[in-house]
Structures are given as structure tokens and as C-alpha cells.
């Protein structure tokens, strides 16, 4: 090995994915406490992204308030993450005010996002579109809640 090849090979570090990644990251890509499909939720969404991995978003409102949301995701941790970041930005705070949660604002909460995984926010996120767009249906007809999921 030549002293040049040998320096490339000493200056390449290994990815650490738990030294590597922030506290937020690790936390919600390892949270599993809100990987729930709800029953009769009060609003419902469901979304595949183009990588193939599927988010159904559930919400459980009361008095315009969001009282609790949950999801399903068929994808990786990434996904995961993003999910578990929208349902903690969302719960406790008024149904219109969950409309400003954008894929921006879960990417700077975890810190540690890979680049190539931005698509995972944009599709959690626009998973809880869906189920918000659906809430105001629901609200403003609620007969058809008995018609859905």
C-alpha cells in the first residue's frame, strides 16, 4: 500500500449510527409509543412516497383540540422518526395550528437527518395533511365517520 492509499484508508471513519446521530434523532427513530392505528379517529390520512414507504396518520380531536395522534408506517427508521416528531408537535395544540408543521421544522428538530432521507419528512407531513384535510371534512360532515377507516 502506497503511503497515499494509506492515508485514505486511515482518514475514513465508520458511520457510529448511535455516536453520530442526535439525541433527538436516536430518541424518535426508537420510540414506538405512538405506532397505534386508531379506531373511529376524527381524522385520517394515509400516504406512500416515492421510496415506497407508506405513513397512515390518526387523530383524535375534541373541542378543535388535538387530544392525542398516532401512526402506522411501513418504512424504515428514518420514516419513523419523522412521524413520531409530527405526532409530538401536534398533540395538545389547536387542529389550525397543526397546519404550520412542516417538513423543515421536523428536519431541524432532529438534527441528524440524512440528506438523502428528506423525502421522509415531507411524507410524514403530508400524511398529517391528509388526516387534518380529513378532520375538516369529518367535521363538517360527521356523518361520514361512521363510512371511514
Known amino acids: 500500500m502506497t503511503s497515499v492509499s494509506m492515508r485514505i484508508v486511515v482518514n475514513q471513519s465508520k458511520f457510529d449510527f448511535f455516536q453520530d446521530h442526535s439525541r433527538n434523532y ?4 426508537l420510540k414506538t409509543d405512538k405506532q397505534e392505528r386508531m379506531e373511529r379517529p376524527d381524522g385520517y390520512g394515509k400516504r406512500t412516497g416515492v421510496c415506497g414507504d407508506t405513513v397512515e396518520f390518526f387523530l383524535r380531536v375534541k373541542d378543535g383540540w388535538i387530544e392525542s395522534a398516532s401512526y402506522h408506517v411501513d418504512g424504515c427508521m428514518n420514516t419513523n422518526a419523522c412521524c413520531n416528531v409530527v405526532s409530538h408537535m401536534i398533540e395538545g395544540r389547536k387542529v389550525h395550528s397543526a397546519w404550520e408543521v412542516t417538513p423543515e421544522a421536523v428536519i431541524t428538530f432532529l438534527e441528524t437527518l440524512p440528506a438523502d432521507h428528506v423525502h421522509c419528512a415531507e411524507l410524514a407531513v403530508g400524511a398529517l395533511y391528509l388526516a387534518l384535510t ?5 367535521t363538517r360532515n360527521p356523518w361520514k365517520k361512521k363510512y371511514q377507516v
Open 134 to 138: 380529513n378532520c375538516q371534512e369529518l
Open 26 to 29: 436516536l430518541e424518535m427513530a
